[in-house]
């Protein structure tokens, strides 16, 4: 009788070898890196301008999309150090990806390094680049029940913002369902909410930064 034994070993285990070495090479730097998530459209790169605008923080992006460099030109105008990574079809980043990147920024000079994730809700909460953490962004049009359909980055990330509240007023949006799916999920997780237009919660976004910069520079 023939035995048969299965071998199994991660096929991103390479990838988190290269994640594991941009963490510790910030660690040593004392540099907070963020992975920034959420769907096309949901207001990730207004988001980054406005913290841009109103943070006083310094920071760099590294910038994901399928293609054009249309996210990385607007930051760029705002004085912002970015870098465009085109993934031509690939639903998500890769830590190999994020440290070429990294040889690209003034790192030394920053407060925080943001990665702008390509716009997808499932794949890149499941890539460790090298973080420190997950932000999940959800925009008040796609719906207050994508947290129980998306659980893993609702449940994984350490910051929630809900953007586009402005829209609040004309949308049949569960504010309530929302803050119970989310708290079920991620009971420690801050809820932001954010007004894309006008710029309201950009300060406590702020504070929450400076908060995590702070903890991260002290080791």
């Known amino acids: 009788m023939s035995k048969i034994i299965t071998l199994q ?4 285990a390479e990838d988190e070898k290269f ?21 096309p459209g ?12 109103h943070s006083g923080l310094a920071f760099g992006v590294i910038e994901g999309d399928l293609a054009t460099n249309r996210d990385a030109e607007r930051l760029h105008a705002l004085g912002v150090p970015t870098v465009q ?6 639903c998500h980043l890769q830590a190999h990806v994020i ?8 790192l030394e000079g920053l407060d925080v390094l943001f990665i702008e994730n390509v716009g997808n809700l499932v794949c890149p909460a499941e890539f460790d ?21 998306y659980p893993y980055l609702f449940r994984f990330s350490e910051v929630i913002l809900l953007t586009k509240t402005d829209l609040l007023p004309h949308l049949p949006f569960d504010m309530k369902m929302f803050e119970e799916d989310v708290k079920s999920l991620n009971p420690a997780a801050p809820v932001i909410r954010i007004d894309s237009i006008g710029g309201g ?19």
Do not use: Y
């Open 201 to 219: 919660g950009v300060g406590e976004w702020t504070a929450f930064l400076k908060k995590r910069i702070a903890e991260k520079k002290r080791g």
């Open 129 to 149: 680049l090298g973080e420190d953490f997950k932000a999940a962004v959800l925009s008040t049009p796609e719906g207050a029940d994508k947290p129980l359909k």
């Open 9 to 12: 070993q991660s096929i991103m």
């Open 85 to 90: 990574v085109n993934t031509h079809g690939g």
């Open 19 to 39: 994640a594991s070495s941009i963490r510790e090479a910030n660690r040593e730097r004392g540099l907070l890196m963020i992975n920034i998530i959420g769907s």
């Open 99 to 106: 440290g070429k990147a990294l040889e690209s920024l003034p």
């Open 42 to 53: 949901c207001g990730k790169t207004t988001l980054l301008e406005q913290t841009a605008k």
